[in-house]
Nanobody
Framework: VQLQASGGGLVQTGGSLRLSCTAS????????MDWFRQAPGKEREFVAA????????NYAGPAKGRFTISRDNSKNTVYLQMNSLKPEDTAIYSC????????????????WGQGTQVTVSS
């Protein structure tokens, strides 16, 4: 199984980025897909999740109203649209896959992408 994340970069406060994560080696539509992030010196934290069909999504508090998770099962890809970015959003963003949906603990996810750096300047 491979998860390849992309789309990170440097953006100013208030800007937007769209992250992508493309999966291979698994039946993508059987897996819930999530985004986590880890800032320097902090623990990895849950950002957003989307169920296998795409009909159910969940967001962590800091992401609500600013971030949107979506997926295209025909492309084996999950997206994270991030708007109104803030300096505190600076982190490495990683995608993760699990057949179990709804716990949002990093230890529950067997498959991880390599992460993509998001830096928001003030």
């Amino acid at each position: 199984v491979q998860l390849q994340a992309s789309g990170g970069g440097l953006v100013q406060t208030g800007g937007s980025l769209r992250l992508s994560c493309t999966a291979s080696g698994l039946t993508f539509s059987d897996y819930g897909m999530d985004w986590f992030r880890q800032a320097p010196g902090k623990e990895r934290e849950f950002v957003a999740a989307i169920k296998w069909s795409g009909g159910v999504t969940n967001y962590a508090g800091p992401a609500k109203g600013r971030f949107t998770i979506s997926r295209d099962n025909s492309k084996n890809t999950v997206y994270l649209q991030m708007n109104s970015l803030k300096p505190e959003d600076t982190a490495i963003y990683s995608c993760a896959a699990s057949v179990i949906y709804g716990r949002f603990y990093a230890s529950d996810y067997p498959y991880w992408g390599q992460g993509t750096q998001v830096t928001v300047s003030s």
